[in-house]
């Protein structure tokens, strides 16, 4: 699987605004290239980024080839409850991949 | 705005295709017909439709001047309360020189406390870059910023 | 300091004075500054954080991981990049911490040796370099078997070269904080390899980002591996002694 990288505190005040930042690595290809002998080299970009808190979506991106390669993005949630923050990636060519945090809410 | 045939039949279309998507925050990926302001604008009106886009809440935060346009950071922030009564659905950024005018579009909604997105993007060209943002009454609400894109030098393929 | 004799002689180039010396971090734009600061952020670490795996993967026929030798790297590599490239006494020649790694492979772990820019020897590498980061870079002189090395080292970096008869002193010893292109000229101060290069939209090693400023310069870049890289890494590494490793760093 894609080695990826999510920051999340460990612990938080209920209420609290956190900031939540997912790093994954991937060479999203846009599909605009040519190689060296003149040929498209076909897109293959992750295409959707979801992030969920027990289980219910608080964050969702659609990406495109104009994001970055090693997809960065940082946001904000509330701290609700104590639990699992579960970040999903999918992409072209079935890529999948899932990293989660736990979090501690007081 | 002009008169003639050609561009009310558009105006048609176009008003067509947003028939289908107002009320919805998806994202229809335009498919690419080249870097131009205009494929932009119509990446645009897909996502707000005839709706009004009015200047500000929204604050686009790109460096005026990037070392390198393949990984440029890009944050984008909306002054709003985030309650349930009153919050951002959607932040959508256009680009008019890409081979394709989106860039991101990001859901957001009452939990997100803050709405903030922090990503990085890349840039083919000097251009304009916009970002949307849509909020839970239905208005959209944008800003702007242009970048100037230099190329380094002591490249592996110079 | 060799004089100018006319046609593609080596140039008296100013070394920079110590005060001056610094990092190409201070020369980059605040965003790229803060890409490399924060950990959670950084591309970089991605490729740490493969190392770290590849560090307690059993590999090879003796079916050994590097951890199994060396413990906890935090613990055991701390400092060892700091004086790389090292004197070899068995093999009486300097290597970088490539090579070490890949003899170590070979000798210990009867394991295939990892090819040059390969993602798994970046990741090894970048891995075990951030464990000295924060340290300040040795100084080679104090191995006075390294001298033969750092002599070469300094030679090529003064030698004119390339289409553009251009020798490397000249824009990192007398033009840094100039623009080339739209990038800074930074002083070359080698402090962050492997980094992550945005224009490769990856990490690479020193090795790669000296071929591109070969090619920059319309000179024939050396192999990975040559022995030319190894000694011009021994001198750069004299020019950046004291200045503290950065890896995984962020650049344009």
Known sequence: MARALVSVPARAGRGEIIAIKALISHHMETGFRHSTTGELIPRDIITSFVCRYNGEEIFR????????????????????ESGTIVFEWTGDNDFSATEQAAISVE | ???????????????????????????????????????????????????????????????????????VACSVAVDSPMTAADYVRAIHIFNEKNPQPNVIGVHLGPRAGRARVSTRIRLADTQRVIAIAELSDGSFWSDSVDVVITLGACLEDS | MVTLAGG????????IAADQ???????????????QDDDASNPGM?????????WHLKTGTADKACGDCH????????????????????????????QRINLCRSEHQNATSLP??????????????????????????????????????RQTFNRR??????????????????????????????????LYRLEWQGIGSLQRRMRNCMIGMRAEPFDYGASEFVDLELFMKWRARGLSIETPAVRP
């Open chain 3, 161 to 194: 070269q390339g289409q553009l008869n251009l020798a490397c002193a000249q824009c990192h010893d007398d033009n840094w904080d100039k623009q080339l292109a739209g990038n800074p000229v930074t002083q070359g101060q080698v402090t962050g390899y492997p």
């Open chain 3, 8 to 15: 593609a002689s080596p140039i008296a180039a100013g070394e």
């Open chain 3, 46 to 54: 991605l490729s740490v954080l493969d190392g770290e795996a590849q």
């Open chain 1, 61 to 80: 991106a659609d990406l495109f080839p104009a994001t970055a390669a090693n997809p960065f993005i940082s946001f904000y949630t509330r701290a609700t």
């Open chain 3, 116 to 153: 040059y820019e390969s993602k798994a020897l970046l990741a090894l590498s970048a891995y075990v370099t951030r464990q000295s980061r924060g340290l300040p870079i040795a100084d080679p002189t104090t191995d006075e078997r390294l001298r033969a090395a750092l002599d070469a080292g």
């Open chain 3, 21 to 35: 010396r610094r990092s190409g971090y201070d020369l980059m734009s605040h965003e790229t500054q803060a890409m």
């Open chain 2, 1 to 71: 705005m002009s008169s003639d045939p050609a561009s009310a039949t558009r105006r048609r279309i176009l008003k067509a295709i947003a028939a289908l998507t107002v009320g919805t925050s998806a994202v229809q990926i335009v498919r690419p017909t080249g870097a131009t302001p205009a494929a932009m604008q119509a990446a645009i009106r897909t996502v707000v439709g005839e709706n009004q886009i009015n200047r500000g809440k929204v604050t686009l935060d790109i460096p005026p001047l990037v070392e390198n346009g393949n990984t």
């Open chain 3, 71 to 98: 413990g906890e790297a935090s613990t055991s590599m701390k400092g060892i990049a700091a004086r790389y490239p090292a004197f070899d006494a068995e093999r009486g020649r300097a290597l970088d911490l490539t």
